[in-house]
C-alpha cells in the first residue's frame, strides 16, 4: 500500500515551536501572561517533576491559562522523542500534551479575531501531528492507549479548518489502529469531497455524481478502495457500522464507470 509522503519529524517539531511563539505573542489576557511566567521554571524530564508541571497547568480557571502554562512547560522540556527511556516519565509528558492540545481547542472557541482563531488552530494541529507520529512510532501499550483522544482531536480541528486531505493522510498512517465509527465517518466524509478536499463539498452531490467522482478521479477511487480494504482488514472499531457507512455514504464505483471512459474507451 502506497503511504503519504511525510517530511521528517523534525520539520514538525520546528513548526511546534514556531507555533509556541506565536501564541506567546497573542495571548488575549494578562492572566495568561502570568500564568506564561510563573510556568516557565526549568523542568526536568522526571516523575515528580512532571506531575508538579502537570498539576501547576491544570491548576488555572481559564483554558487559555492553562493552555499558556503548559506552553510554558513544554517549551521548558522539549521535545518528547529526544528523551531517555523512562515509561511513566513518556506517560505524564503525553498527558501534559494532550491537555495541551484540549485547552487550546476550548482556548479558540473563545476568540472573535479571525487571525488569532487560524493562529490557535495551527498551533493545535501541530501538537497533534507531532503526538500522532509518536503513538504511531510508540510500541508502548501503555502509551498507544491514548492515540484515539488525540486522533479525535485532531479530526476535530482539521475539519474546523476544511483540511481534509490532511486527515485522509493521517488515516493512511495509522494502520495499527483501529479508527472508532466517529473517524472513520469523518474519513468517509473527507474522500467523498475529495475533488477539493473541503469534507463538506459533496454535501448536495447526488451519489450518482459521487460515484462517477470516485470512478474519474484516481486518488479518490483509491482513498474509497482503502476505506473498503480497512474494513476487511479489521481496522476499525464496529466493522458492522463500519460497513453501514460506507454503504450509506461511499458508493462502489467500476472504473469503466467513469462518463468519459465510456464515451472514449480510455482510462482515466
Known amino acids: 500500500m502506497d503511504t503519504p509522503d511525510h517530511g521528517p519529524i523534525a520539520g514538525l517539531i520546528v513548526k511546534f515551536f514556531a507555533s509556541l511563539i506565536v501564541l506567546a505573542t497573542c495571548s488575549p489576557s494578562n492572566a495568561a501572561t ?69 485547552n487550546t481547542s476550548v482556548a ?52 474546523k479548518l476544511q483540511r481534509a486531505r490532511d486527515f485522509h493522510q493521517e488515516v493512511m498512517r495509522t494502520d495499527d489502529y483501529p479508527l472508532s465509527d466517529r473517524s472513520f465517518g469523518m474519513w468517509i466524509k473527507a474522500i467523498r469531497s475529495c475533488v477539493s478536499w473541503d469534507f463538506t463539498s459533496s454535501e448536495k452531490k447526488s451519489l450518482m455524481l459521487i460515484e462517477n467522482t470516485l470512478a474519474c478521479e484516481t486518488e479518490c477511487g483509491n482513498a474509497a478502495k482503502r476505506a473498503r480494504q480497512r474494513i476487511a482488514e479489521g481496522g476499525v472499531s464496529n466493522p458492522k457500522i463500519a460497513l453501514r457507512q460506507i454503504e450509506d455514504e461511499l458508493p462502489l464505483a467500476a472504473i469503466d464507470s467513469c462518463p468519459a471512459n465510456r464515451l472514449t474507451g480510455q482510462s482515466p
Open 34 to 102: 502570568a500564568a506564561q511566567g510563573a510556568c516557565s521554571k526549568q523542568w526536568e524530564y522526571t516523575v515528580p517533576s512532571l506531575q508538579s508541571a502537570r498539576k501547576l497547568a491544570n491548576s488555572y480557571a481559564s483554558a487559555d491559562e492553562r493552555m499558556t502554562c503548559a506552553m510554558a512547560i513544554r517549551d521548558k522540556i522539549g521535545d518528547l522523542d529526544s528523551k531517555p527511556e523512562c515509561a511513566q516519565c513518556e506517560v505524564e509528558y503525553v498527558n501534559i500534551l494532550l491537555e495541551l492540545g484540549d
Open 108 to 159: 479558540t472557541e473563545k476568540l472573535k479575531n479571525p487571525a488569532a482563531i487560524a493562529r490557535y488552530r495551527e498551533s493545535e494541529i501541530q501538537i497533534r501531528l507531532a503526538l500522532n507520529t509518536h503513538f504511531i512510532e510508540s510500541q508502548s501499550p501503555q502509551i498507544r492507549k491514548y492515540w484515539r483522544r488525540n486522533f479525535e482531536g485532531m479530526d476535530h480541528v482539521l475539519q
